[in-house]
């Protein structure tokens, strides 16, 4: 028996007097199915309600597709940024042509056309890292090897406001003259943190008393507490200068893009711990 006279007939005994679970084993159906046709049609009335059940039973709806011409904007921001996340994108879909879309959205679309991360990877905790409550209480500071020439990298882990500066060796002098350099952008810090490398000897560390309080050596082996520094240089790589080496014939050229960079990077480049704001932004919003 198809179920519109199923229901039908359910009505009729309902009508009769009959108990709903009585009714569901004449039916054959769960009673739980029996009480939800007779509320139903107590709600819309037996006509309206037999209708609706027939439309519904026609087959799903078909789920709402975004525009394509949203998506090929999806698809130029991810590219344009250099594979950037799904939050950025939102980002950048409203700053530059006014759409609204959610992030479970955009990450939905990116999955037809990329394969965005591998099932098998499983998130790693992450240990305590040094916490700055102001601009300039710390700035980290590493170097990135580009073959026969070195980027000295620092970053203030509040603001996330970086200054690079290519290097022709990671001798001990080649890491203090960047660090004199960095510090016309920075002035002074409360502290500097960097790792053990022979670049931060302790020329570098005189250096750095100049313009901060205490040095700080980070532990060996513990990543996680040059976090931020260490995301600065995978951003540095990805959004810039690749993973490529370069020659010392090629260092005003590189040092020249990375310039044209931090410009991008500290000025316009929106960061999501900073509510999609970028870090000069997010700066004079404090001393607002």
């Known amino acids: 028996m198809q179920s519109i006279p199923l229901v039908e007939l359910a009505w009729e005994l309902f009508n009769t007097g009959m108990k709903p679970d009585d009714i569901a084993l004449k039916v054959e159906k769960d009673r739980a199915t029996v009480y939800r046709w007779i509320s139903g049609i107590k709600l819309k009335g037996i006509r309206k309600f037999l209708n609706d059940y027939e439309q519904a039973k026609k087959g799903r ?3 709402r597709k975004t525009n394509p011409v949203t998506k090929a904007r999806i698809y130029e921001i991810r590219k344009r ?8 994108i939102a980002y950048w879909l409203m700053h530059d042509y006014g759409i609204k879309i959610s992030i479970s959205t955009i990450y939905n679309i990116l ?3 990329y394969q965005l991360r591998s099932k098998w990877k499983k998130n790693q905790k992450r240990g305590p890292v040094p916490k700055a409550q102001k601009p300039r209480e710390i700035l980290q500071h590493d170097t990135v090897d580009f073959g026969q020439i070195f980027a000295f990298t620092a970053v203030d882990i509040f603001t996330r406001e970086a200054q690079v500066v290519i290097g022709p060796s990671l001798l001990v002098k080649d890491g203090s003259k960047a660090l004199h350099q960095q510090m016309r952008y920075f002035q002074s810090v409360e502290l ?6 022979p670049e931060f000897g ?3 560390e005189e250096a750095a008393k100049l313009y901060c309080r205490r040095v700080r ?3 060996p082996y513990r990543k996680n507490e040059q976090a931020y520094i260490e995301s600065f240089n995978r951003t540095l790589r990805k959004e810039c200068l690749g993973w490529r080496n370069y020659r010392k014939s090629d260092l005003l050229w590189v040092q020249a893009k990375v310039d044209e960079f931090l410009e991008f990077y500290n000025h316009r480049r929106p960061h999501l711990s900073l509510n ?6 997010y700066l004079s919003h404090l001393r607002v």
Do not use: F, I, V
């Open 276 to 281: 999609l704001l970028a870090p000069k932004t």
């Open 111 to 113: 999955g037809e056309k």
């Open 81 to 88: 940024y250099h594979d950037c996340c799904g939050e950025k």
């Open 61 to 63: 709806r078909q789920k």
């Open 217 to 219: 050596t980070s532990r």
């Open 202 to 204: 302790k020329e570098w």
């Open 192 to 197: 500097m943190q960097k790792d053990g490398g």
